[in-house]
């Protein structure tokens, strides 16, 4: 009898799925896997030649004259896309918007230089032409997007649009897959189905995604990002197709009541949200709360929603959690284009969220500066210890800033991000924005140039991935998984 007894339990233990039977063990085992992941991405650093992209620029051209600078800081004025115009008005906005791009921008020799941008300017010239009478704002606009696709940059926005396709992140919520040493499956009628193929490839890891049902527990989802709409999806179950529904993550409202920070505890974990770096107040209260981070044996950084802002608060905030982060959160390599047009751009855009210091600062480079390049390379990024848990929630809508703070946490130990994939705009900057004096069309870069990570763990189409993907009641679900494994 005891023998039979031994067996069966040990019949049982063999079969025990990898998450949520065994409780807090199988989450500290599968945080080291996610550790040991982030590790080697640290090493995963893109091979760059910075001055291949930073060449001599005329140093004390302005480029422009004040009329025309401020003929394209009318940013309240507004033309529809059926509005006509004629051949000679988008020649000279086409012309002023190529000379932004070459005077200001910094990714603009990365992205080819004179010899992409100028045939892209030819090609739009020669669609306007191609459009005679027809000529409208909307025909010229969607000439710059179709013509300046090849900018790969999260930031570039042409008419409030980008020009590169993002990725977004579909799943199926509903049900929760398993895995043991046949691989994995779900549960049906107390039977296992194994999957032997998703979206009719064998490629099964690529799309069972680590996830949290809803008692808190570990468990894997079905998902994937896709720059095409997605609403459903084949998986073979023991040699049967079963057809599952995917869903896009859901819109949530990340501000209270006009306030874009927050911090409040739940259970004893502290929890601290900001959902934008835009504004001073709830910029400093965030850098407040680093202290309390950086003491709490669990947290919960909640960044869904930020689009970025002012990037000295995600610095401070990371002065005072890990001082070894600061320097990683300007990535691997990252340059700046001084220009005197850019920086009466800038103050035009975004005077009033500098200080008087700042502002004053940009006025006086425009009067009487020089233009050239700020270069930093930092060195190889190093792992930075840590004996506490933090949880950073993220979405799609993580941006800019936002992901500053993401590529600096990712080089320590314990950081686990959970939500979606991030929004992807890391290369540049937002700081330039015109209005094209005659279509209105307003264009958006900047004058940074960044190198962070190589394409497997960062692109300006997919962002960052996190490590637990969840689209829907993402803070409860966190909240739900540090209560469930007591941690």
């Known amino acids: 009898m005891i023998k039979i007894l031994c067996a069966v339990i040990s019949l049982l233990m063999l079969v025990v799925p990898v998450y949520g039977y065994n409780g807090q063990d199988d989450f500290y085992s599968e945080m080291k896997m996610i550790n040991e992941q982030h590790a080697l991405e640290t090493v995963r650093i893109p091979d760059v030649d910075i001055k291949a992209y930073t060449p001599d620029v005329k140093a004390f051209e302005v480029g422009f004259t004040a009329e025309e600078l401020e003929s394209m800081t009318e940013y309240s004025k507004f033309r529809g896309s059926a509005s006509r ?57 969607e000439s710059l997007k179709r013509n300046l696709s090849f900018v790969k940059d999260g930031h570039f926005r042409i008419g ?22 046949k691989g994995y499956y779900v549960e049906e009628d107390g039977k296992r189905s194994y999957v032997s193929m998703v979206d009719g490839s064998h490629e099964i890891e690529k799309y069972m995604k680590r996830s949290i049902n809803d008692k808190g527990m570990l468990v894997y989802k079905i998902g994937m990002l896709s720059t095409d709409v997605r609403g459903m999806v084949e998986v073979v179950l023991n040699n049967r197709i079963k057809k599952f529904v995917l869903v896009p993550p859901k819109l949530e409202n990340y501000t209270d009541n006009g306030t874009y920070y927050s911090d409040y505890k739940v259970n004893g974990v502290p929890v601290i949200s900001i959902s934008s770096f835009m504004h001073e107040h709830d910029g400093r209260r965030f850098v407040k709360s680093a202290e309390t981070v950086k003491n709490s044996k669990v947290s919960v950084l909640d960044v869904r929603g930020n689009c970025g802002g002012m990037s000295k608060y995600v610095i401070d905030w990371l ?43 940009l006025l ?11 270069i930093s390379e930092a060195s190889a990024f190093v792992r930075s210890e840590n004996s506490n848990l933090l949880f950073v929630l993220v979405d799609n809508y993580t941006f800019s800033a936002g992901e500053w703070l993401i590529a600096a946490l990712r080089n320590k130990d314990n950081v686990i991000f959970v939500g979606t994939n991030s929004g992807g705009g890391l290369m540049s900057d937002s700081s330039i ?55």
């Open 160 to 181: 409030n649009e980008t020009v590169l396709e993002k990725a977004v992140y579909y799943s199926n919520e509903e049900t929760a897959f398993f895995k043991d040493e």
């Open 364 to 374: 006086n480079n425009y009067r009487s500066g020089s233009n050239g390049w700020g």
């Open 319 to 361: 002065d005072i959690y890990d001082p070894v982060l600061s320097k990683y959160a300007t990535g691997n390599v990252h340059a700046y284009r001084m220009s005197r047009a850019a920086d009466y751009l800038k103050y035009k855009n975004l005077g009033e969220y500098f200080s008087d210091q700042e502002t004053e600062q």
């Open 85 to 141: 115009l004629t051949y000679e008005e988008a020649e000279d906005d086409a012309d002023l918007i190529f000379r932004v791009l070459k005077d200001c921008y910094g990714a603009y020799f990365y992205f080819g230089g004179d010899e992409a941008f100028e045939r892209a300017k030819e090609n739009v010239l020669s669609d306007c032409k191609d459009a005679g009478a027809r000529l409208s704002v909307g025909i010229l606009r």
């Open 433 to 487: 924005n015109v209005v094209l004096p005659d279509s209105r069309i307003n264009i958006q870069c900047g004058t940074g140039l960044g190198f962070y990570y190589d394409d497997t763990v960062f692109t300006e189409e997919t962002g960052f991935s996190p490590d637990i993907w969840i689209n829907d009641d993402v803070m409860q679900h966190t909240l739900d998984m540090i209560s469930y494994y007591g941690l």
